[in-house]
């Protein structure tokens, strides 16, 4: 599985755009680009994957570059409660391999 | 609420003593997964389970033996745990583990072991 590159921790403040990278420079073709959160003490929660094009639901959009080494999560507008550590993850076979991931923090 | 239950949330077991965490998905699915994740470090898949098949066994001692008797139950049974196996124990579930597919974990059970 490719691996990925995450910064460690991010702020952000209340009601602005969250803008979360992730390099995955080792991706190969068919591989999708997953995102998961988990908030403290919680299970992980699924956000939203892609392929080769952008894709947006009601909690998130992810922007892939057309190389696709690299991916955006944005949450539009963000919440207290979107703090947690954001996990990107680039997989093909069934196993979902979390790293480190980045820490949100969203401030009042 | 993700449609996957665990219980017990919270669980102490001294090193002798033998306690199993069960883990129910209402989702359809048909595979689910175990999860391990100590203090600090990144969630590490431990068994994953294919319409009852074991499928992998991610190198974890045999002191955890896990158990699938249908598609919708999975239990992890512990013996002789050691202190370092003290760790939020978490279970998910998806349909066939294959591109693309989503996985819904349930909350965790919070086990400590003295």
């Known amino acids: 599985d490719a691996k990925t590159t995450q910064p460690p921790s991010m702020d952000c403040a209340e009601g602005r755009a969250a803008n979360l990278p992730c390099n995955h420079s080792?991706?190969?073709?068919?591989?999708?680009v997953y995102w998961y959160r988990q908030i403290h003490s919680q299970g992980p929660q699924y956000i939203i994957h892609?392929?080769?094009n952008n894709e947006t639901n009601e909690m998130a959009s992810l922007i892939i570059t057309e190389d696709r080494k690299s991916s955006t999560l944005i949450l539009p507008h963000a919440t207290l409660r979107d703090t947690a550590v954001y996990y990107c993850i680039v997989r093909l076979s069934e196993k979902l391999v979390f790293g480190k991931g980045t820490k949100l923090t969203v401030n009042p | 609420e993700t449609g996957v239950t665990q219980t017990p949330r919270h669980l102490v077991m001294g090193m002798t003593n033998k306690k199993s965490l069960k883990c129910e998905q209402h989702?359809?699915?048909?595979?689910m997964y175990w999860y391990k994740q100590s203090a600090k470090k990144p969630l590490e898949l431990m068994f994953v389970y294919n319409f009852k098949e074991q499928t992998e066994n991610n190198s974890v001692p045999s002191r955890f033996s896990p158990e699938c008797p249908n598609s919708s139950h999975l239990f992890l049974h512990l013996h002789t745990l050691q202190p370092e196996d003290s760790a939020l124990y978490l279970c998910a579930s998806s349909h066939a583990p294959r591109d693309p597919y989503e996985q819904y974990f349930g909350p965790g059970t919070r086990l400590t072991v003295t």
């Open positions: 080792t991706i190969s073709g068919n591989e999708y």
């Open positions: 892609g392929l080769k």
């Open positions: 989702l359809g699915h048909n595979a």
